[in-house]
């Protein structure tokens, strides 16, 4: 059937008393006479060369070609509402879907959203976080967020904001570091990167065997930081992402010594045409993090050995 001479009218007829399973129901929605709903269904039964219907006492039930074609047909109505509802102020929304690493969608995204919203309020934002395992075509995503070294197979990467790792923890513990070496007596807070606070004791100077006190182990910055705040040790984490604490004093930064092993990226796959709302949201971005990744600044206690 040619689209031009799609008997919309009568489809939409037969949807509702599919759904209804009563002409008179149907007609109530459409705002039509009850005859006006069975003429058009029975047109679109003519046109199609089979009964959609068996007509009983109290109602209708679908006949197995009813059956076949109802999904379709809904569907399709469904799909043509979700369409419209898209249109706001006399221009179309774009759906954007993002998928973020959830400390940096605390810790810079979220607070930047607003801005977002209001320079390109026809996309539709849609954020997701994960912890850095993530499967952009599995997931839908236009978007995925990452922290690394930018190398994903088949993704194209643009680096975001750099983010060095460094303790935090509350002012009460930091009260008893007076160098790095200190630490060594509190529980420090791991990530499932489990070489990360090795690698910050070489770059602070205590190399060899140095014997690192037990420690609990988190799969997000998020939680490892917040357990920080409750006392529970010392994390090692990204203080650019955690400055709402940091300048509140709720955490403290005690040596300015800091790791550096990668950088959050904007990666999408290479397979994904970029649309206009992902090309607003990469520039955004770009434009946001620019300043960012070199503003943020603490006064820290000078590292010692």
């Known amino acids: 059937m040619a689209r031009p001479y799609l008997p919309l009218t009568a489809l939409r007829a037969f949807e509702a008393s599919a759904r209804h399973q009563s002409f008179t129901r149907a007609a109530i929605e459409l705002n039509v006479t009850q005859g006006a709903v069975s003429h058009q269904v029975k047109a679109l039964e003519q046109s199609l060369g089979a009964a959609l219907f068996e007509r009983l006492p109290r109602g209708l039930m679908l006949t197995r070609e009813g059956e076949m074609l109802l999904p379709g047909v809904r569907d399709a109505f469904d799909r043509m509402a979700g369409t419209l509802t898209r249109f706001e102020n006399g221009a179309m929304r774009e759906t954007l879907r993002v998928g973020a690493v959830g400390t940096f969608a605390v810790g810079w995204l979220v607070p930047r959203l607003s801005a977002f919203a209001e320079r390109h309020p026809f996309v539709d934002l849609r954020l997701s976080t994960h912890n850095n395992r993530v499967d952009p075509a599995a997931e839908g995503l236009d978007y995925a967020i990452r922290f690394g070294d930018g190398a994903w197979h088949g993704t194209w990467s643009a680096p975001i904001l750099d983010a060095p790792l460094s303790p935090l923890c509350t002012p009460a513990m930091a009260a008893g570091l007076a ?3 200190d630490l060594l007596r509190e529980v420090l807070l791991r990530s499932y990167r489990s070489d990360e606070w090795a690698r910050w004791f070489a770059l602070a100077g205590l190399e060899g065997d140095v014997r690192m006190p037990a420690g609990i182990t988190f799969d997000t910055s998020l939680a490892m930081v917040e357990a920080a705040l409750m006392g529970a040790g010392v994390a090692l984490a990204p203080p650019a992402l955690f400055e709402r604490h940091l300048v509140a004093g709720t955490l403290v930064q005690p040596f300015a010594c800091a ?8 990666t999408r796959l290479h397979s994904r045409p970029e649309t206009t709302a992902m090309t ?9 993090a620019g300043p960012a990744a070199v503003s943020f600044s603490l006064e ?3 590292l010692t050995s």
């Open 179 to 181: 160098e790095p070496r």
């Open 259 to 266: 790791v550096d092993l990668g950088r959050y990226w904007l």
């Open 280 to 288: 607003a949201f990469r520039c955004w971005i770009d434009e946001t």
């Open 300 to 302: 820290t206690t000078p």
